[in-house]
């Protein structure tokens, strides 16, 4: 009988990515019908997922979902390290440091200001901050440890993120494209100024697939900033819960082995690959192209696991914050970009 039980499982487990390629392969056929490239398979995707969870959400689809949301889109990313350099990526975080500079400036030190004006504890007003400056739930869910946050502050801070994302992956394409940007400047606003990752990927290739290239390497670039951040957390959280002892990492010992994601090394794995050439060109275009299916397949998860009452659950005054961070960052980035003379 246990065993029946297990084998009911899988085939459950199964059954739920299969939907969630299944919704994939639709999304890409919809992109081909819609003139003008103004929806792209990924935007398709997270939008038909949601539309569908509103009807059809058992709970047995959940860890199916939760699979292919984060592994999936982890494995995607891997993979776009095959059609990239070594050389790209240096250059790439080379063209965007002032970019993130001055956004982390504003997520952290306009932040601190602006959760005062809304009342927010120290906490929730640093995991968003966080959540927007860096990556999204990853970053919210690296920091939240090290600063002994309380949940309702990580699952507000992870709402509001995510519910801005929802929103500009549809806006930001529409907004690039309304002020002429190139592929290049597009990249680097979204990589720069997009939450979450998934969101990123979403709204770059929306826009085109090279600013969707540019955007997803800027993105990692900007992801690996969740290092020293989580450093200077557990420092500072250390010393608000145990002020005797010294200002070092404290009593909380953080693991950078847990703090650094593991598919950035698998991505820049391949990207060295490919770029001492081991990778023939061919195969190169074969796994990119596998890359960006997967990852609409990973949006494609996410919708199917998110619902409308997603809105609700945000609260007034995080999300009033979160929409006003995330607001001068998208601005912020702009302004930096434009006063580089890329726009």
């Given at each position: 009988?246990?065993?029946?039980?297990?084998?009911?499982?899988?085939?459950?487990?199964?059954?739920?990515?299969?939907i969630c390629f299944a919704v994939a392969g639709v999304s890409v056929?919809?992109?081909?019908?819609?003139?003008?490239?103004?929806?792209?398979?990924?935007?398709?995707?997270?939008?038909?997922?949601?539309?569908?969870?509103?009807?059809?959400?058992?709970?047995?689809?959940?860890?199916?979902?939760?699979?292919?949301?984060?592994?999936?889109?982890?494995?995607?990313?891997?993979?776009?390290g095959a059609s990239l350099s070594v050389n790209t990526i240096l250059?790439?975080?080379?063209?965007?440091?002032?970019?993130?500079?001055?956004?982390?400036?504003?997520?952290?030190?306009?932040?601190?200001?602006?959760?005062?004006?809304?009342?927010?504890?120290?906490?929730?007003?640093?995991?968003?901050?966080?959540?927007?400056?860096?990556?999204?739930?990853?970053?919210?869910?690296?920091?939240?440890?090290?600063?002994?946050?309380?949940?309702?502050?990580?699952?507000?801070?992870?709402?509001?993120?995510?519910?801005?994302?929802?929103?500009?992956?549809?806006?930001?394409?529409?907004?690039?494209?309304?002020?002429?940007?190139?592929?290049?400047?597009?990249?680097?606003?979204?990589g720069t100024s997009v939450n979450d990752t998934a969101s990123v990927?979403?709204?770059?290739?929306?826009?085109?697939?090279?600013?969707?290239?540019?955007?997803?390497?800027?993105?990692?670039?900007?992801?690996?900033?969740?290092?020293?951040?989580?450093?200077?957390?557990?420092?500072?959280?250390?010393?608000?819960?145990?002020?005797?002892?010294?200002?070092?990492?404290?009593?909380?010992?953080?693991?950078?082995?847990?703090?650094?994601?593991?598919?950035?090394?698998?991505?820049?794995?391949?990207?060295?690959?490919?770029?001492?050439?081991?990778?023939?060109?061919?195969?190169?275009?074969?796994?990119?192209?596998?890359?960006?299916?997967?990852?609409?397949?990973?949006?494609?998860?996410?919708?199917?696991?998110?619902?409308?009452?997603?809105?609700?659950?945000?609260?007034?005054?995080?999300?009033?914050?979160?929409?006003?961070?995330?607001?001068?960052?998208?601005?912020?980035?702009?302004?930096?970009?434009?006063?580089?003379?890329?726009?």
């Amino acid at each position: 009988m246990q065993g029946k039980g297990k084998a009911k499982e899988y085939g459950l487990f199964v059954l739920g990515v299969a939907i969630c390629f299944a919704v994939a392969g639709v999304s890409v056929w919809l992109e081909e019908l819609i003139p003008g490239g103004l929806l792209g398979a990924s935007i398709i995707a997270l939008f038909m997922g949601t539309i569908i969870n509103s009807f059809f959400h058992p709970s047995w689809i959940k860890p199916a979902l939760k699979f292919t949301s984060k592994r999936i889109l982890k494995v995607a990313i891997i993979l776009l390290g095959a059609s990239l350099s070594v050389n790209t990526i240096l250059s790439v975080g080379k063209m965007t440091f002032f970019v993130m500079l001055f956004t982390f400036a504003m997520c952290f030190g306009g932040g601190y200001f602006i959760r005062k004006l809304f009342g927010l504890n120290w906490k929730l007003g640093n995991l968003i901050s966080a959540g927007t400056g860096i990556c999204g739930g990853s970053a919210v869910a690296a920091i939240a440890p090290v600063i002994d946050a309380d949940d309702k502050d990580i699952a507000f801070a992870m709402s509001s993120t995510f519910l801005f994302d929802m929103v500009m992956v549809a806006l930001y394409p529409l907004m690039g494209k309304a002020l002429g940007m190139s592929d290049i400047a597009y990249g680097i606003w979204a990589g720069t100024s997009v939450n979450d990752t998934a969101s990123v990927v979403a709204s770059g290739y929306a826009f085109s697939e090279i600013a969707g290239d540019f955007a997803t390497m800027v993105k990692l670039t900007r992801t690996i900033a969740i290092i020293p951040t989580v450093l200077v957390f557990a420092y500072i959280g250390t010393r608000a819960k145990q002020k005797e002892l010294k200002a070092t990492s404290g009593g909380q010992k953080v693991k950078l082995v847990k703090i650094i994601p593991w598919f950035i090394c698998g991505f820049l794995l391949l990207a060295i690959l490919n770029s001492v050439g081991w990778i023939p060109e061919s195969t190169g275009a074969l796994i990119k192209s596998t890359s960006k299916f997967l990852m609409v397949t990973a949006l494609a998860a996410i919708g199917l696991g998110t619902s409308l009452l997603d809105f609700k659950k945000a609260g007034l005054r995080p999300m009033f914050y979160g929409v006003t961070i995330d607001t001068l960052v998208t601005l912020t980035a702009l302004g930096v970009i434009w006063m580089m003379g890329l726009l």
